[in-house]
Structures are given as structure tokens and as C-alpha cells.
């Protein structure tokens, strides 16, 4: 079984940064995949960017250039930097991992975040 919990959420105005923490515990050796989710409210959960297990990294276009994706495999950690928030980055930001190439994923509760104007 694996653990996932995010953390680094908060309140921020328009323009704004925070960094998102995704920390694995339990059967894992290591990240293989992740992916950080949005969802606002009301609306469905929606991927804004993943990083694969060779590091290539893809973004929504909504968030490109201002999210940065990665990962610290010596700490079972991903991480969501992002920079320049808008309003409409408000939502609870979730992390998906795929601990190896054939286990199923896990996901964590959830972090909010909320930018202001």
C-alpha cells in the first residue's frame, strides 16, 4: 500500500507562488509517474501537469510557463512549483502516482488552493 500526502496549499493573491509537496510513504521504491490534478469547484477534475518516468514533463496550456513539475526520488517527494497565479488556479490540487510500471496508481486527499484578485 501506498501513502501519498500534499501538502504547501494556501491563500495567495493574483500573481503569487506557492510550492506543492507530494509525499510517498509505504510500499514504494520510488516515483514512477505523477501527475497534479485540479479541481475547482463544480467543476471535474483536470490534469496540469505530469511528469513521466524518463522526466519528460507535459503541462495544460493553461498553466505552461508558469508550473514547473518534478520530482526528489531520494525522498519519495514530488513537487508543483507555481509561479504567477491567476483566480482561476483556485481549486484542490491532488497528486496521482504510479509507484512502478505495472502497479495501479493512488491518490492523495488533496491541498487547496485559492488566489485571490
Known amino acids: 500500500q501506498v501513502h501519498l500526502v500534499e501538502s504547501g496549499g494556501g491563500v495567495v493573491q493574483a500573481g503569487g507562488s506557492l510550492r506543492l509537496s507530494c509525499a510517498a510513504s509505504g510500499s514504494i521504491a520510488r516515483i514512477h509517474v505523477v501527475d497534479w490534478y485540479r479541481q475547482a469547484p463544480g467543476t471535474e477534475r483536470e490534469v496540469v501537469a505530469s511528469l513521466a518516468s524518463d522526466s519528460r514533463a507535459k503541462y495544460a496550456e493553461g498553466v505552461k510557463g508558469r508550473f514547473t513539475i518534478s520530482r526528489d526520488n531520494a525522498k519519495n517527494t514530488a513537487y508543483l512549483q507555481m509561479n504567477n497565479l491567476k483566480p482561476e488556479d483556485t481549486g484542490i490540487y491532488h497528486c496521482?502516482?504510479?509507484?512502478?510500471?505495472?502497479?495501479?496508481?493512488?491518490w492523495g486527499p488533496g491541498t487547496q488552493v485559492t488566489v485571490s484578485s
Open positions: 496521482n502516482v504510479f509507484p512502478d510500471p505495472l502497479s495501479g496508481d493512488y
